[in-house]
């Protein structure tokens, strides 16, 4: 059966859409989505795992991706998405097709950063080779760059120094995503602290979230939709305690979209899961069979979204319509700074 963008849409009141995120983080609503539906806080987490259970979180980092470059006299926007095994960046850009290759462009807001262009894609994808790498182009890119927050969150004047930290998760320490894995926003030490006292364990593995998480689907179809892939990284510590956690038979609770798809990525038929370093473009969409998690912390996802796609593979289609219904008319508060849903799995 071919499944339409159009089976995943549903409207959402715009003020639904959070602004800024819950003080303190693990204030924020939680929706528990099982056979019924539990409305809750994320603070009230330990209560809801078990001693045994181990969460999958994603360390990635988010830089400051948002450049602004003039080739000759016009404007160029560009959104970092990934570096390339031969020393080049993937980007986006905006008014791409005023761009060559050998084009050199010259980035606002750092002295002497600069990148030529070595590489051109239908869509607006571009290769950019940087005059700095190491320690200098961190340095340069940190001086240019600026957050490049979603959309739908409204910043007139650009992102604020708040969202710089509000922005940014507690598990956060391998630069590289261009978009927060928003889940682990919700987390504080305090939290943390009860979960491990409650005998709930935590892997840390890496997925940093690319540009392609702004872009729309294009195809009605989404049998046709291709991801861009994203870098990702499963260490043989993370590993084993994955698997030894379910040979145990603690439950696998994937923080975030990010976490699950870096998981699917790396886990066999068998359900064992393996060290894990490289690209994905892994797309799930109902119909997916998931080994690599029994339950999932996630926020709430865009209509028609390839991630709302994946919590319907994940947890039902028809029981998330049902919960997204709930959470609006309950006013719960959608998409990155917003509240948050744990799913099981489908039976």
Known sequence: MTLSAADFDFSLPPE???QCPAVPRDAARLLVVGDIFSDRVVRDLPDL??????????DT??????????????????????????????ALARNARRLHVGDELRFLGADDFSA???????????????SHDGTDFQHRLAAAGALALPPYIARPLGPTAQDAADYQTMFARRDGAVAAPTAGLHFTPSLLHRLAARGIGRADVTLHVGAGTFLPMRDDDISRHKLHAERGEIGAAAADAINQ????????VAVGTTSLRLLESATGETGELHPFAGETDIFIMPGTKVRGADMLLTNFHLPRSTLFMLVCAFA???????????????GYRFYSYGDATLLSGAS
């Open 16 to 18: 639904r859409i959070a």
């Open 49 to 58: 795992l078990r001693p045994g259970d181990l969460l999958v979180v994603n």
């Open 61 to 90: 980092r988010v830089i400051a991706a948002q450049l602004m470059a003039m080739r000759g006299a016009a404007r160029v926007g560009i959104t970092l998405d990934r570096p390339l095994a031969d020393g080049t960046w993937h």
């Open 116 to 130: 030529s262009v070595a590489a051109l894609e239908d869509g607006g994808g571009v290769a950019l080779r940087f």
């Open 245 to 252: 956690a379910r040979r145990a038979g603690g439950r696998i």
């Open 316 to 330: 039902g289609t028809a029981r998330m319509h049902a919960a997204y219904s709930h959470a609006i008319a309950a």
